[in-house]
């Protein structure tokens, strides 16, 4: 099944594309039984033919359902209808993160007051399990109105679920991609943006989205990816063992600013439970 405009999954009338990505294609629709616009993304071909994925699929959308945060764009149902497997989503409008980034760093008390909005909404899914394992720029949206919008939580797992997430599950070439995965093309969060743990492809709790969100706080105040290079490797390479650029935080940031990246980014999960930091509990 093509979706096009004037297409129909379910009750939803597709109306425009809105984008693409390796975890499907997001499209603006009109929900024709309440009469509203929404995001409906598509999941990658194949993955309807997947029993067990979808399975998985239905009781982790249920789950994020449950989720009820401003900062979190909301789920409004899953449709299966002629062979595709589809999210209905919030429709945020606004530029995304990634995309205000591109002119540069941001002042310092916008990026402190997006920050916290950002923990805000980390806060309320940690507080049920729920883990974003993919938080960056682009899934961040910052609405007209000043409010921040965090989409795609939880949809790695998902997409893969825990195994495929694991050290346990046999990870290709790319740390980013699991074996399961790479036949569909969907990359599981983004080199720049992952925790160590995740690099190194094992188990991921609340911690890993912890230093994810520090690495996209550094980078909405300097302006520059921490974490970069040539290749996929080279970045994880980064992620592992080089040192944030701390010089290059502008002077006004405030003390308690710096010490919380420095927690965010601190590689020795021992040392920060040591602390009494960023406990799984």
């Known amino acids: 099944m093509t979706l096009s405009p004037g297409s129909r999954i379910g009750p939803y009338e597709i109306i425009t594309p809105l984008g693409a990505g390796g975890m499907g294609e997001v499209f603006r629709a009109r929900d024709t039984r309440l009469n509203r616009d929404v995001a409906i993304k598509v ?44 999210l209905a989503l919030a429709l945020v409008e606004g530029e995304d993160l990634a995309e205000r980034l591109k002119r540069g760093p941001i002042p310092v008390d916008e990026a402190i007051a997006i920050a916290r909005q ?49 050290a346990d599950s046999g990870l290709s070439q790319s740390p980013t991609t699991s074996r399961q995965m790479t036949e569909a093309g969907i990359i599981l969060g983004t080199a720049a943006y992952m925790s160590p743990e995740q690099a190194r492809g094992r188990p991921l709790d609340k911690r ?61 999960l021992k040392r920060l439970a040591a602390l009494g930091l960023l406990t799984t509990s």
């Open 43 to 86: 999941l990658p071909a194949g993955f309807s033919q997947d029993v067990e994925r979808v399975a998985r699929f239905r009781r982790e959308a249920q789950v994020l359902a449950s989720l009820n945060h401003p900062m979190l764009a909301a789920i409004h149902g899953l449709e299966e209808s002629e062979g595709v497997v589809a």
């Open 118 to 166: 950002i923990a805000e909404g980390l806060e309320a899914a940690h507080e049920k399990g729920i883990v974003h394992r993919d938080l960056k720029p682009a899934n961040v949206k910052l609405t007209r109105d000043g409010t921040v919008k965090i989409l795609d939580f939880g949809l790695a797992k998902a997409y893969a679920g825990d195994a495929a997430l694991s």
């Open 208 to 268: 890993s989205d912890i230093w994810s969100f520090g690495v996209v706080l550094f980078e909405m105040l300097t302006g520059e990816r921490q974490f970069a290079g040539e290749t996929v490797t080279d970045v994880l390479a980064s992620v592992l063992k080089s040192d944030p650029d701390w010089a290059g935080l502008p002077a006004e940031v405030p003390a308690h600013v710096r010490g919380l990246l420095v927690r965010c980014l601190e590689r020795d």
